[in-house]
Nanobody, 117 residues
């Protein structure tokens, strides 16, 4: 019922910045939370940042002060501004959304972020 498409990944130098975007389509009137997870090679997928339907953000400790999540007024697009990037930020970043009722989860296909030293 919901499709998520990420964009904005790429190769960046240490200390650089990228902005990821995720556009939701389908039953967007049912969207609740949106956010970003990442998975590095050999690691489990971890939450990076989330934002509620009302705009309240939360962040993983590893990215606090460097990343900023935001959501457009329509509630169907979420952004992740990534600053002061480190090599350990290298991962595939996945857009996440859930819906009401029932909080059904949806995932994007992922976008690669590579931070080179």
């Amino acid at each position: 019922q919901v499709q998520l498409v990420e964009s904005g990944g790429g190769l960046v130098q240490v200390g650089g910045s990228l902005r990821l975007s995720c556009l939701a389509s389908g039953s967007i009137f049912r969207l609740n939370r949106m956010g970003w997870y990442r998975q590095a090679p050999g690691k489990q997928r971890e939450m990076v940042a989330q934002v509620t339907r009302l705009g309240s953000p939360s962040y993983a400790d590893s990215v606090k002060g460097r990343f900023s999540i935001s959501r457009d007024n329509a509630g169907n697009t979420v952004y992740l501004q990534m600053n002061s990037l480190k090599p350990e930020d290298t991962a595939v970043y996945y857009c996440y959304a859930d819906t009401t009722p029932g909080y059904t989860p949806y995932w994007g296909q992922g976008t690669q972020v590579t931070v080179s030293s």
